[in-house]
């Protein structure tokens, strides 16, 4: 199956400083989501990307589909952003319901 | 506009015992999707709804596991006999399934087996 890959692992930030994360995929891929997991465990929606560049507030997000990655940039960063990034793909074919998750980023903000 | 939503948010039990979770889905939305999350890790596909039929169950979804979406609507994931390993958060998903495919997903059952 597809394989996705996120960097950095982890990522300690002081309040105000700007950020990337990289999600990386191994097959082609007819969606991508962004996720941001709360202290609660609640998936939040940043943006679905499965190509091109978008953008919300400080957050904006790039997809270059036919080099299978994905950015996520976080400008200007806050305590509240703090928590765990997700990316997440969807293949077509037989698994076209099924998103296939990276591990994560874990970020901390600090104040 | 209200969102996925799930019940319990959490549950303990014993090992062995049967436990069930309900998801409510966004209204209209006719894919629904189970999946699971263990500490540190990203979710896991379980199994996905189009309207009330099954189309994909994962190999994760061992015999002691259902899931049912009897109306379409709402959807059950039933564990039975429960182990350790069992424990973990398992979250619903749901997408309107024409000319989009985005899940928004609930705010997940946290089961613990003692």
């Known amino acids: 199956g597809i394989q996705v890959e996120q960097s950095p692992p982890d990522l300690i930030l002081q309040e105000g400083a700007n950020s990337t994360l990289r999600c990386n995929f191994s097959?082609?891929?007819?969606?991508l989501q962004w996720f941001h997991q709360n202290p609660w465990g609640q998936l939040i929606n940043l943006f679905y990307?499965?190509?091109g560049t978008k953008q919300n507030g400080r957050l904006s997000a790039t997809t270059v589909a036919t080099e299978r990655y994905s950015l996520l940039y976080i400008s200007s960063s806050q305590t509240t952003d703090s928590g765990v990034y997700f990316c997440a793909v969807l293949t077509g074919g037989t698994s076209y319901g099924k998103l296939t998750f990276g591990q994560g980023t874990i970020l901390t903000v600090h104040p | 506009d209200t969102g996925v939503s799930q019940d319990p948010r959490h549950k303990i039990t014993k090992r062995g015992q049967n436990v069930t979770f309900r998801c409510d889905p966004i209204?209209?939305?006719?894919?629904l999707y189970w999946y699971r999350q263990t500490l540190g890790q990203g979710p896991e596909f379980l199994t996905y709804?189009?309207?009330?039929?099954?189309?994909?169950k994962s190999r994760l979804l061992s015999d002691r596991f259902s899931a049912e979406r009897p109306k379409g609507s709402f959807s059950t994931l039933e564990i039975q006999r429960t182990e350790q390993g069992d424990s973990a958060m398992y979250l619903c998903?749901?997408?309107?399934?024409?000319?989009?495919?985005?899940?928004?997903f609930g705010p997940g059952t946290r089961l613990t087996v003692l």
């Open positions: 097959d082609s891929v007819n969606n």
């Open positions: 998903a749901s997408s309107l399934g024409q000319g989009t495919n985005e899940q928004f």
């Open positions: 990307i499965p190509s």
């Open positions: 209204s209209e939305h006719n894919r």
């Open positions: 709804f189009q309207n009330e039929a099954q189309l994909e």
